[in-house]
């Protein structure tokens, strides 16, 4: 057995340095703001990891990791937000009639946002076990299960705001269920509100992994099969709203959180659980000097959602979308499958020159299926209406020369 043992720390603060106000044009006013200090960050990251020969002639190995990280500090989470160089945002109801925006109450600016004393690095667990095994002298398997669970994330919150819990059903726009969803309505000034940046134990994330894979080493020919199976369920504040596989957990330049009801049925499947992938890969060596290989890749859809409006007259505050079910409740879009190609081939002009010609084909079986909606609004035109579709089948030449 072998074992790696080891431990990580990190310091990271996060600041404005000293900096000159600019007019429209970019040019200095003759103001300037002093250095800005947000939150300092100092984190501890052990991990360990063993490699055990289970047999005496290598071919059995089981394999084992635990670790834990902390992220790098995301200046999107603060920058243009946090600050004395950060000027106010204002919002308010535009009269046609007038052409004057009416009613106006601060929404963001440096008197009402400010970061949380206690805000620390987010935190995310990771273990691993795998197992591998040599079953003939070309080919071997290997198995491996992947647990992650990540606690402490930032998000927003209004620390002065007053709330009631005001029920709610959903019986509006398309696919109604008719239950009834607890909203919170702010009975306090909007004006009034301050918000400050921390961490949230409603923003998590759990995640399990399956993966089998059979690899044939290269002779001749080369190939991989393997099955994925993975369940991603917890609440993030990147792009909580959004029918797409793409994720993120950092804030970036995201006002989540300041409204209390964006936690509203947050938690369930993440955007990027996809359930089982298949993937198959293969190279094999041709007459003549040809290469060709293929890659196939096949995929569960993401998971539709279904969201609404929520006016202020409810609400109590504009600017109010809930997601009326959780994620995995209303299945997947379309299931993707693509299959990519490549003919190479490799021409010598001796004293280690060399010219190599690819022709590729990429999405060969012409897959269409759409990886996202325009809207998940019930109450749009354009509801669960596909958009974001897989590129279409191309060929590209290219070439590359070494020498």
């Known amino acids: 057995m072998t074992l790696n043992v080891g431990v990580r720390g990190d310091y990271s603060k996060a600041f404005a340095p000293p900096q000159n106000e600019l007019d429209d044009n970019a040019k200095p006013t003759g ?20 490699n055990w020969k289970v047999t005496g002639d290598g071919k059995t190995i089981v394999k084992a990791h635990w670790g834990r990280y902390h992220p790098q500090i995301t200046t999107g989470e603060f920058a243009n937000m946090i600050g004395p160089n950060v000027k106010p945002y204002y919002q308010g109801n535009y009269n ?20 949380a004393s206690d805000y620390h690095p987010p935190r995310t667990d990771q273990f691993v ?33 007053a709330y009631v819990q005001t029920p709610i059903v959903d019986d509006a726009g398309k696919d109604p269920t008719g239950r009834t969803i607890n909203i919170f309505r702010l009975t306090s000034d909007p004006g009034a509100r301050k918000f400050e940046l921390a961490n949230s134990n409603q923003v998590f994330t759990d995640i399990h992994a399956v993966t ?8 001749r020919w080369y190939a991989n099969a ?6 991603a369920t917890g609440a993030v504040g990147g792009s909580p709203r959004s029918t797409s596989i793409q994720q993120r957990s950092a804030l970036e330049f995201s006002q989540f959180g300041r409204n209390p009801n964006d936690f509203v049925n947050v938690a369930g499947r993440l955007n990027g659980d996809v359930g089982l992938e298949y993937k198959v ?37 504009s600017s109010t979308t809930i997601i009326l079910q959780p994620r ?58 596909p958009t974001s579709f897989v590129a279409p089948r191309r060929l590209m030449l290219s070439g590359k020369f070494s020498f």
């Open 226 to 231: 393997g099955i994925t199976y993975l369940r």
């Open 129 to 161: 076990v795998g197992f591998e095994r040599q079953l003939t002298a070309k080919m071997g398997l290997q198995v491996n299960y992947v647990r992650k669970w990540g606690r402490d994330f930032g998000a927003w919150r209004d620390f002065v705001g």
């Open 212 to 219: 089998a894979s059979v690899t044939k080493r290269m002779t």
């Open 31 to 50: 103001k300037s703001f002093p250095r800005a200090d947000f939150f300092t960050w100092n984190s501890v990251s052990p991990r360990v990891g063993a």
């Open 328 to 385: 995995g409740e209303l299945g997947r879009l379309s299931s993707v499958t693509i299959l990519d190609a490549r003919l190479q081939k490799d021409v010598s002009f001796g004293r280690g020159a060399r010219l190599t010609v690819f022709l590729d084909a990429l999405n060969l079986n012409n897959e269409n299926a759409p990886q996202a909606v325009v809207q998940a609004n019930v109450t749009s035109s354009q509801y669960q209406f």
């Open 96 to 115: 046609f009639a007038t052409g004057q925006v009416e009613d106006l109450f601060l929404t963001s600016s440096s008197e009402n946002l400010s970061v």
């Open 281 to 317: 890969q293969g190279v094999v060596r041709l007459p003549l000097g040809v290469q060709a290989s293929a890659s196939l890749d096949a995929r569960a859809g993401a998971h539709r959602l279904r969201t609404r409006n929520i006016p202020s007259s409810i609400a109590g505050q």
